[in-house]
Each structure stands twice: as C-alpha cells, then as structure tokens.
C-alpha cells in the first residue's frame, strides 16, 4: 500500500510541475500534531543524535499502551512512520523543485526502486520472524527505512547562501 501510495505521489509529481510552487501543509490531526511535535523536538538536536529519534514515538506508544503488546508495536510503528512519510514526502517535494527534468525523472525512479527495496527487505524481515510477530516487525522495518530516508533526504535540501551584511560591523569603543 506504502509503495502504491508512492508510485501515485511521484507519478503526480512529475505530471503536475506547477503543483511543486507550493509544499502542501500537513493534514490536521491532533495525534499526528503531537506526534509531530516530538519529534521535531528531537531533531533540533542536529547532527548524528537525529537517527535516535526514529522509533521515539512508537517506543513510547507501545509501553502507554495497556492491551496486547504485539497489536500495539504494528499500530504504534505506523503511527510513527506517518509522520516521518510527510517529511519524507516534503523533503521529495523540495529536491523535485529544484531540479531539471532530467534529475526529476531520476529521482522519481530512483523512489520508485527505494520502495520496492523497502518493500521486499520488510517482507523478508517479517517473515523470518516468529508467528505472532511478524507484522509488528515489518511495521517497525518500515518505519525505520522510511525514517532514514527522510532524514538522508532532508540533509539533501538546498540550503539558502548565506548573506553578507551590506556594511561591515562597526566597532564601538
């Protein structure tokens, strides 16, 4: 369903240039918001420390949880990759933006190939697991691959140049 929903976005993405003028804002969701939120808090910290914050919020999803255990890691790691596929896909959305035709046609295949690799390593990974287990697991692998994704992506983004002041500073003694 991931890759499908992927394959639709960067086929759109190609086909409809002018939609790139804008980032679309997240959608509304006060868990999402929250979610979000944590998130981003975690990732202020910059540097190496960002890949600690993937698994943050399903971590502490799965222990508030009072029910079964292996129904809330599947629930609570999609609920994590949620947020990180809106970075993923914002980040995708900037890089598209700034590239030529050619660079955009490649960087939608080379989506469309991550997502089949995503894909098949998951299923593979859930599937060497015990019964009972298999889904959470390869709910978690998702959510890991899409996060380091979305973070490789967003290390990728354009950076605006730095300005010079017009007059150099003056020193007042």
Known sequence: MAKARFLLTAILLVLAR???AQVPAPVPNPQLDTDRALLVQC????????????????????????????????GCAR???????????????ILLRSFD???????????????GY???KCAFYGQS??????????AGCELREAAARALE???ALPRPAAQRPNQPPQIIR
Request: with cysteine.
């Open 118 to 120: 995503v894909a098949q």
């Open 153 to 155: 992506l967003e290390r």
């Open 43 to 74: 990732l202020r910290q910059g540097g190496e420390a960002q890949s600690g914050c993937i698994g943050l919020v399903a971590v502490a999803c799965v222990r508030a949880t009072s029910g079964d255990r292996r129904e809330a890691e599947t």
């Open 101 to 115: 035709e050619s660079r955009r046609s490649r960087f939608a295949s080379l989506n469309l190939a991550w997502e």
């Open 129 to 138: 697991q015990r019964e009972g287990y298999q889904v959470g697991r390869q």
């Open 18 to 20: 002018p939609v790139l």
């Open 79 to 93: 609920r994590e990759e949620a947020v990180w596929r809106e970075r993923l896909n914002q980040a995708s959305l």
